[in-house]
Structures are given as structure tokens and as C-alpha cells.
């Protein structure tokens, strides 16, 4: 049973250019959302999180939407750069789980094309 | 570089065979936490330690087990392998054992069953 779905398995954007990477999930206990960006042989760094909350959360180039009726969550990059191109899984937690685990989807591959 | 460091980064092994990976958390983070990443796949995770006690559990298969010791460090045993094994395992460690924390991952550990 896959909580969490990123049913985009690539995305290709020219540099400059907004990127939108798209992240369903189907647990309504769900309330806290993070991006993580994992390049090759690296392991995943953390990029931006929002709390449920919240519906919008910004830092710099990345921007976090979350729309809770639609149990949907986007991360905007603007301006994609190439230095972008890597991996970005999207995770969430509950509170109410007792056990603050993050359940990732399967990863969305950004290529931003110089 | 996340603070975070596993051991060893590859290893090849044989069906049935038992390997043990390691990792070593940041400088004072309390909590580790294991994934298994297989092809395609998203981070499944495996399980949690929090200040040497077990805190959270995954799908983590019965042949499998973890410790965290007095210093902090976590080791990951897999045992009688199969090739659906074949996967990177990887931990991350945070502060503290909470939802909030953003968990630093550590390289990974590629293993392949033969």
C-alpha cells in the first residue's frame, strides 16, 4: 500500500524555467510533508519541510504548496538551475502514529537542461 | 558532507550469507534510523533507534535486526540473504526521536547478493 505516490517518475525543465514536482498521498492522518534531493552515491539531503497547518511554505528558490482536501503536495523551483538535476522524494509523517517514521514516495528524477 | 558515516559503502556477498552494516550518527544526535532503498523503489523504512532503545519499527523482515550501542553507533545484521535483498541501506540520525527533525542521511551501503 503505497501512502505516498510520486507518479512522475522524471521531469525534464529548461534552466530558468519553473519546475513543478508533484507528491499524493492518501493517509489523511498525514501531517507533516518534507523534500528531500539526493544526487548519485550521496545520500538524501533535506530540502524544505510544512507543516499541515500551513498550505504554503518558501525558502528562497523552493516553495512548498500543500493542499490538505486533495491530500496533494508541489515543490516549485524557480529558477530551475542544472545544478537542480537530481532526485527529489517527497515524505510524510503523523503526530498521532507515536512513532514520527517518514514515509517516502518512490522519487521524481529532475534533469534541468542547461 | 551530512555527519553521517556508514561502512562499508559496497559489499558483494552470496545467497545465505550474513553481513552487518554500520553506521555512525552525527555528533550528538540521539536517534538512527535504517531505509532500504531497492531498485525503483522509494526509502522503505526499516527501523528506529532512539539513545540505545528500539522507538519504531518498519517493514523489517524477521531476518533482519539492529542495535544501537553505548557510543551511539547502529549496526544493521541481515541474515540468510536472498537476492531480493540486493538493495542500498541506508541511516540517518537526528537530535532528538521526533516528528519535527530533519533527519541527516548518510551515504549508503550498496549491498548485492549473488
Known amino acids: 500500500d503505497q501512502q505516498v505516490k510520486q507518479n512522475s517518475p522524471s521531469l525534464s525543465v529548461q534552466e530558468g524555467r519553473i519546475s513543478i514536482l508533484n507528491c499524493d498521498y492518501t493517509n489523511s492522518m498525514f501531517d507533516y510533508f518534507l523534500w528531500y534531493k539526493k544526487y548519485p552515491a550521496e545520500g538524501p539531503t533535506f530540502l524544505i519541510s510544512?507543516?499541515?497547518?500551513?498550505d504554503k511554505n518558501e525558502d528562497g528558490r523552493f516553495t512548498v504548496f500543500l493542499n490538505k482536501s486533495a491530500k496533494h503536495l508541489s515543490l516549485h523551483i524557480v529558477p530551475s538551475q542544472p545544478g537542480d538535476s537530481a532526485v527529489y522524494f517527497c515524505?510524510?509523517?503523523?503526530?498521532?502514529?507515536?512513532?514520527?517514521?517518514?514515509?517516502f514516495g518512490t522519487g521524481t528524477r529532475l534533469k534541468v537542461l542547461a | 558532507d551530512s555527519g553521517v558515516t556508514q561502512t562499508p559503502k559496497h559489499l558483494i556477498t552470496a545467497t545465505g550469507q550474513r553481513v552487518t552494516l554500520r553506521c555512525s550518527p552525527r555528533s550528538g544526535d540521539l536517534s538512527v534510523y535504517w531505509y532500504q532503498q531497492s531498485l525503483d523503489q522509494g526509502l522503505q523504512f526499516l527501523i528506529q533507534y532512539y539513545n540505545g532503545e528500539e522507538r519504531a519499527k518498519g517493514n523489517i523482515l524477521e531476518r533482519f535486526s539492529a542495535q544501537q550501542f553505548p557510543d551511539l553507533h547502529s549496526e544493521l545484521n541481515l541474515s540468510s540473504l536472498e537476492l531480493g535483498d540486493s538493495a542500498l541501506y541506508f541511516c540517518?540520525?537526528?537530535?532528538?526521536?521526533?516528528?519535527?527533525?530533519?533527519?541527516?542521511f548518510g551515504p549508503g551501503t550498496r549491498l548485492t547478493v549473488l
Open positions: 540517518a540520525s537526528t537530535k532528538a526521536g521526533g516528528q519535527y527533525n530533519e533527519q541527516f
Open positions: 515524505a510524510a509523517s503523523s503526530s498521532t502514529s507515536g512513532t514520527y517514521k517518514y514515509i
Open positions: 510544512i507543516s499541515s497547518i500551513k
